[in-house]
């Protein structure tokens, strides 16, 4: 076999892929595909497999199908939440807004709809792997109004109590905090921080309702992160309102 292949370090090969996929002939394709970029691919039919498997294995992602026998895909990602931190994809072929969102707010990480191009899919994997993994050159602790992030360990406090985040909200966290006071629109913010040119705006409007929900005293009157109508988000960080 060649081992020439131009594969940057940073590439996360070798990882664990739990694939949650009821359609044996979309399964078989999406294993293949996953096995030939070099990862180990763990297959359950079902969402009570699903779940026995990610507590035995602990995976590093979670392909997760949408419609499942005997339990959901949105039932199997809220139950995965509650015991784990693993980023999961969500694949649906139930192309509505409201169908896409309900995935999100169960803690879905990021979403593909069927039909889908295998390829782009493991391109999907290997961006969100990149992203909670983070073997290379962490950025600096950020400590601002209140937080402490740190990106090595993918850990952030805020007053001093550990938050639960998935990868994008950590994700999306991160990006803010480092640039208090700037408004951002969801275009901006889908490029910079889930690595998409386009994709549905959505996905970003679910991500700061559900962070706000965990950052802040009262989610509808948000204190940090703010609405600017017609713009995008802002972090607001205090600075200039109340000293330091």
Known sequence: MSTNAATPP??????????????????????????RAGFQVDLAADGFTALKLAAERQPDLVLLDRMLPGLDGVEVCRRL????????????????????????EMGADDYVTKPFSPRELVLRVKSVLRRSIKEYSPEPTVELAGFVLDPASRTVTHHGAALTL?????????????RPNQVFSREELIKAVWGWDFGDLSTVTVHV??????????????????????????????????GH
Not at 14 to 29: K, W, Y
Not at 209 to 216: D, S
Not at 228 to 234: D, E, H, N, P, S
């Open 10 to 35: 940073a590439e996360p090969g070798n990882r664990r892929i739990l694939l949650v996929e009821d359609e044996e002939t979309i399964a078989g394709v999406v294993r293949d595909y996953l096995t």
């Open 81 to 104: 939440r509650v015991a784990m931190s693993v980023p999961v994809i969500m694949l649906t072929a139930l192309g509505t807004e409201d169908d896409r969102i309900l995935g999100l």
């Open 166 to 178: 998935t990868v994008r909200e950590f994700d999306l966290l991160a990006f803010l905090l480092r």
């Open 209 to 242: 309702r559900r962070l706000r929900e965990k950052i802040e005293e009262n989610p509808t009157k948000p204190e940090l992160l703010k609405t600017v109508w017609g713009v995008g988000y802002r972090f607001d960080s205090g600075d200039g309102h109340a």
